[in-house]
């Protein structure tokens, strides 16, 4: 009804129009209404007629867009270019395929919405990826430079009030598919509240071939920006690598030394293992003398230790303390998890009745925690599917409560001594934690000493012997374990994982991903302050 009245409007202004005008044939000044047409008479100008007509028309059409404001509004809000950068946020945030996105798109375009076609567009997914073949597989070199211009350009504060970025490095290999041997060995780099970045990622179905090739571009840019520093902003900030925080077998690998099963397998000190019904035992009753970064760089410990010269040491890089041992491996998924497999399977000396460890499960089971715990307790009977944090949340607090009155008292005093000498290298107050720190050393030792009469000699391997060497990083770096850690690492490893969908060209996948996610930039909150989600860049990287 309202477009019929504008009609009509539009009809009697048309009509007024025409009366008033002197220069035109009285023909036109008669407007029929049928059908909304101008008949044309017998002395009419045709030319002005039509003209007459296409007025009409035209006003009819703007008269319908006025009275469809409310969809236009709609359909005005997603042709800008702010709603298209958030409809391209939310993709890459929920990691939506290029498929599902491009069947959202078809469905916007029928309905008038001036979009792209094809995801690609909307996301500026990258047309080319340079990859190499490299260590025996496939290698992608993003670049540390550009990955730091990306976070500081977003943090300005980071870069007012600081004149060093001091950088922790991780390495480690994880698999892609359960059903192929195909792993991915990634560079990454991780300062100050940020999270971890991508600088360089191999792929191929067995580790790099050579440490010295897989790390040469690495060491080779690094190399300039410890001596030229990086420039944001006008400002020159310093750039060190303070330690390399990786597993056993990724530090072997690095350092080009013996693995955890060697007989001169400890990074610390010089103790010599034995080996003893296929275990390698790790105990000794007298103090070993500690490994120096002087004696490695001089290749003191080849033959030994050593098995030829890391690339890091030319390029100034300590290869005994600049790599702390990560509690989450050490700790969590090696000592923790022994102790309670000792528990369940172990020998006469230690291994619990069945009615016992139902009894453990059961007081497990039980707890609820509250929601600041990443999990809840979970029974023995899946302890193999056990994550890092529910061995972490169990030498920390679930311990001190479930193992009492259950176990011996020898074995609830020695889990209880490795459980406060952790809170204590835990604690994020400097001044609580080095108070304590020798207290939390003697326990740490007692705790080797007693796990060999609790649990048998078999029980102190490579991970148990190394806890007592757990005090020396944090009395040397002057931090928390929690600063020391692979959980951040691990977290942003399965994060890259995910980004691949396919069998086909994985290190293209993660590029493009990454390269989409970096152009929307993020900012949420995280512990220490600010983050970016992804804190990835890539320019010919």
């Known amino acids: 009804m309202a477009y019929y009245k504008r009609y009509r409007k539009l009809q009697s202004q048309l009509k007024e129009l025409f009366s008033s005008s002197e220069d035109e044939d009285n023909s036109c000044s008669k407007v029929s209404k049928f059908n909304g047409e101008i008949p044309l008479s017998e002395n009419a100008d045709i030319s002005f007629t039509l003209a007459c007509q296409q007025q009409i028309d035209s006003s009819l059409i703007s008269s319908s867009s006025e009275e469809s404001d409310t969809d236009n509004d709609t359909q005005n809000s997603f042709t800008d270019d702010s709603t298209q950068e958030e409809l391209a946020r939310w993709a890459t945030l929920n990691n939506i395929t290029r498929q599902a996105l491009n069947q959202l798109l078809e469905i916007l375009r029928k309905r008038g919405f001036n979009l792209p076609k094809d ?45 060093f970025i001091e950088l922790k490095i991780n390495v480690d290999g994880i698999p892609l598919y359960k059903s192929s041997n195909e792993q991915f060995w990634p560079i990454l780099l991780k300062f100050s509240y940020f999270r971890p970045a991508l600088v360089a990622l191999y792929c191929g179905k067995v580790k790099p071939e050579s440490v010295d090739n897989f790390l040469s571009d690495f060491l080779e840019e690094y190399k ?128 619990l009745f069945q009615q016992q460890l139902s009894l453990l499960s059961g007081v497990l089971e039980g707890m ?11 029974s023995l009977a899946v302890i193999d599917r056990w994550k890092a944090t529910e061995f972490r949340q169990y030498i920390l607090y679930t311990s001190i409560v479930a193992l009492k009155d259950i176990v011996s008292p020898e074995i609830y005093k020695t889990s209880l001594s490795l459980t406060v000498a952790l809170s204590i290298l835990l604690n994020s107050d400097s001044h609580l934690r080095n108070g304590y720190l020798s207290y939390a050393r003697e326990l740490l030792e007692y705790f080797v000493q007693q796990c060999d009469e609790v649990f048998g000699r078999h029980f ?8 007592v060497h757990l005090a020396d990083d944090v009395e040397n770096y002057q931090c928390s374990l929690n600063s020391l850690s692979a959980f951040p690492f691990e977290n942003h490893l399965h994060i890259v994982k995910k980004l691949v969908r396919s069998s086909n060209n994985p290190i293209s996948q993660v590029f493009k991903r990454l390269a989409e996610k970096e152009k929307k930039v993020v900012k949420l909150p995280y512990k220490d302050g600010v983050v970016l989600i992804p804190v990835l860049h890539y320019t010919n990287e």
């Not at 996301?123 to 025996?136: A, D, S």
């Not at 750039?239 to 397998?265: E, M, Q």
């Not at 925690?369 to 307790?377: D, K, N």
């Open 119 to 163: 995801a690609r567009t909307l996301l500026q997914t990258p047309r080319h990826v340079t990859i190499k073949e490299k260590c025996g597989g496939q290698y992608s070199y993003f670049g540390i430079a550009s990955t730091l211009q990306l976070i500081l350009d977003a943090n300005k504060d980071f870069v007012e009030n600081n004149d």
């Open 224 to 351: 300039q920006l410890s001596q030229d520093g990086l420039v944001v902003d006008g400002k020159r900030l310093g750039v060190n690598i303070i330690s390399f925080i990786c597993d056993a077998p990724a530090r072997s690998f690095l350092k080009c030394i013996k693995s955890h099963t060697g007989y001169y397998a400890c990074e610390r000190c010089e103790i010599k293992g034995t080996w003893d019904s296929h275990v390698l035992i790790l105990n000794s009753s007298n103090k070993c003398k500690e490994r120096t970064d002087e004696l490695f760089k001089l290749g003191h410990y080849e033959g030994t230790h050593q098995l030829g010269m890391s690339p890091l040491i030319q390029y100034g890089i300590s290869c005994v303390k600049g790599f702390p041992l990560d509690y989450m491996h050490l700790i969590c998924l090696g000592v923790t998890r022994r102790m309670l497999l000792f528990l369940m399977r172990g020998s006469r000396v230690c291994k």
């Open 368 to 378: 609820s925690l509250p929601s600041e715990f990443a999990r809840q307790p979970r």
């Open 460 to 467: 102190v391997v490579y991970n148990v012997h190394n806890v």
